[in-house]
């Protein structure tokens, strides 16, 4: 999460962190404060409503440039959905999806699955599939 971001747009709306937090439906201004101070991150829907709030693109409250170079984990949070949320939609379960976007995996989801995952977050299935790749190169595997 983009830390220093979120403090720019809440501060040039003119909000506290305690009018955020009522905004958001968030427990006071102490889950704000933890989410400028780097020491907590919010729930992928939570994140979508503050983005909402603020009235920006929730990717503008990720530390994340351009939109091509999205991994799966951050098209599920801009999106706005939690891992089970994004399992479900695809027909897998939530402990594939975690190994997915984290990188940990053999074999490349199937072109039926990639489909699912790509009407659920919205994006062309040659995202997910490129999403998909960055993450395995992150881990030092060959895609």
């Given at each position: 999460?983009?830390?220093?971001r979120?403090r720019?747009?809440?501060?040039g709306?003119g ?20 989410w ?15 983005a ?6 929730p990717?503008e409250?990720?530390?994340v ?11 599920r949070v801009?999106r ?20 997915w976007?984290?990188g940990?995996f053999v074999r490349?989801?199937?072109a039926?699955?990639v ?5 659920a977050?919205?994006v ?5 599939e490129a ?8 881990t030092?595997?060959?895609?």
């Open positions: 999460m983009d830390t220093g979120l720019e747009l809440r501060l709306k909000m506290s962190q305690h009018a955020l937090s009522l905004k958001v439906g968030v427990q006071g201004a102490a889950a704000i404060s933890a400028e101070r780097g020491v907590a991150t919010p729930r992928p829907s939570t994140l979508f409503q503050v909402k709030v603020l009235g920006v693109d990717i409250l990720l530390a440039d351009g939109t091509e170079g999205r991994t799966l984990q951050e098209l801009v706005g959905m939690t891992l089970r949320e994004l399992a479900s939609a695809a027909s897998t379960s939530p402990s594939t999806l975690r190994r976007e984290s940990d490349v989801p199937g039926d699955v489909r699912a995952l790509a009407r977050l919205d062309a299935p040659a995202q997910v999403a998909l790749m960055r993450a395995r190169g992150a030092g595997e060959r895609p």
